[in-house]
């Protein structure tokens, strides 16, 4: 693809403009982000799961992303680092007993569950509503 040189000079300007921007949007020592403070949760497995992660992680939260063994199916798609930046990942099997109790802890100290699983299939795994 062959750009012009105006192209590229409006590529360039923008940058430029955009590195200032971010600088004068450096958020100071005393402030503090919109979701700062609050522990999400992310169990989702497809794009709207993970993509409703992202915003709650660019907004300032903690975002544990929970992935089954064999990894995250949306890892095929392009997106799949965008949509998961910011956040921190654990591998749990969430049918074995030991990783079932670790999850349990995590829930313990989370404000938001994200997850887009069939409905009962948390019940079949022993989660209930009032536990969260």
Sequence with gaps: MKLSCFAIILII?????????????????????AHEGIRVIDASRHMAG?????LFS?????VIKIEAPGGD??????????????????????KDADDKSSFDSLIETADVLITDFRQGALKRLGIEHDQL
């Design 58 to 62: 660019d907004n300032g939260a903690d």
């Design 13 to 33: 300007e923008t940058l430029k403009l955009l590195v200032e921007l971010s600088i004068i949007l450096t958020f100071g020592e005393n402030m503090t982000t």
């Design 50 to 54: 993970a993509m409703t992660g992202m």
């Design 73 to 94: 199916p949306t890892r095929v798609h392009d997106g799949f680092k965008v949509w998961n930046r910011n956040k921190r990942s654990v591998v749990l099997d969430l």
